[in-house]
């Protein structure tokens, strides 16, 4: 038996009543309209003033929250296949697993960015402005979605030279080892993964710390630098568990064979929506300049309802 069948026959060994899918599909649906409703909230209000659109905090921020928009609003909707259509056609999954595979490695280098930015900003202020330009940040932007691209479309490019033509017109359950069967790639995706972890652990640690002996010396901003690059962190490590997924559904169907579903859907909860939660917490509800337009936002938005 192959990979794809094997995991095939594990959906189906291990499929959900029609009750607890419909309330599962119900809580992701909400969590993602939710979350997406906010994100729109922070873009409007990011477009609408120039003070946003000007500073580079701003923009590598955006830029997290438009790539977690694009991430969350696929996954669910793969979600919500899974349990509907079942089965799609592999060239359309293949779109899907590209889109979110290159929004999930794009999401840690943005975060390693900002953390740098802030470390920028509180111990080289005098450079800040000089090296933080909206013109380098944009750069920055792009260069994040190259080095995604360029890490995530090998895989289809060695399913393409490996798998059959008709392998593209077949239907699966649309997983990434069910599209990207090739071990190479697995491994591949561990080493990328491992790469990211190491580099961004790093990057954490360093801004962190360099901030933190600032804080003890300078003023409030420092301190709230800080706290923001802690949790960066704390973001970071939420979005790192997605990248041990593969391994922990493993150990999950060892652990709770009869509880498997519900141990997927926790593990989806934690590694793909509650990491695309905290962007809006960090600038939307923390940072005082954000919080005033945005609130100025939604009360014009209420009092023209009304």
């Keep these: 038996m192959n990979a794809s069948s094997a995991n095939v026959t594990l959906v189906l060994q291990y499929r959900d ?30 477009c609408k003033h120039q003070i946003f659109y000007t500073n580079p905090r701003y923009i590598l921020f955006i830029h997290l929250v438009v790539n977690d928009m694009i991430q969350l609003t696929l996954t669910v909707i793969l979600f919500v296949i899974s349990y509907t259509v079942y089965k799609i056609h592999v060239s359309v999954c293949c779109i899907f697993i590209l889109l979110i595979s290159i929004t999930t490695e794009n999401t840690p280098l943005n975060l390693a960015c900002m953390a740098v930015e802030r470390y920028i900003a509180v111990c080289i202020p005098l450079r800040h402005v000089q090296i933080c330009s909206v013109r380098r940040t944009l750069m920055l932007i792009g260069l994040i979605w190259k080095i995604s691209m360029l890490s995530v479309l090998p895989d289809l490019f060695i399913t393409l ?42 990057v954490i640690f360093y801004t962190y710390f360099n901030i933190l002996f600032t804080a003890k010396k300078a003023s409030v901003d420092a301190k709230k630098a800080r706290n923001t690059i802690l949790l960066h962190g704390f973001q970071l490590l939420l979005c790192m568990t ?16 009869k509880n498997y579903p519900d141990s997927l859907f926790a593990c989806y909860i934690v590694a793909q929506v509650l990491p695309r939660s905290i962007s809006p917490i960090i600038y939307g509800v923390r940072d005082k300049t954000f919080r005033k337009y945005l609130k100025r936002h939604l009360l014009c938005k209420m009092s023209s309802g009304v």
């Design 242 to 257: 997605s990248y041990a997924t593969p391994q922990l559904k493993q150990h999950l169907l060892l652990w709770f064979p």
């Design 17 to 46: 009543s029609f009750s607890k899918a419909v309330t599962k599909n119900v809580i992701v649906v909400v969590f993602g309209i939710a979350i997406d409703y906010i994100n729109v909230c922070l873009i409007h209000t990011f």
């Design 161 to 202: 030279a490996t798998e059959p033509l008709d392998f593209f017109h077949s239907r699966v359950f649309c997983l990434t080892e069910n599209v990207f069967p090739n071990p190479l790639i697995t491994e591949k995706r561990d080493i990328t993964y491992m790469m990211y972890l190491v580099i961004d652990c790093c």
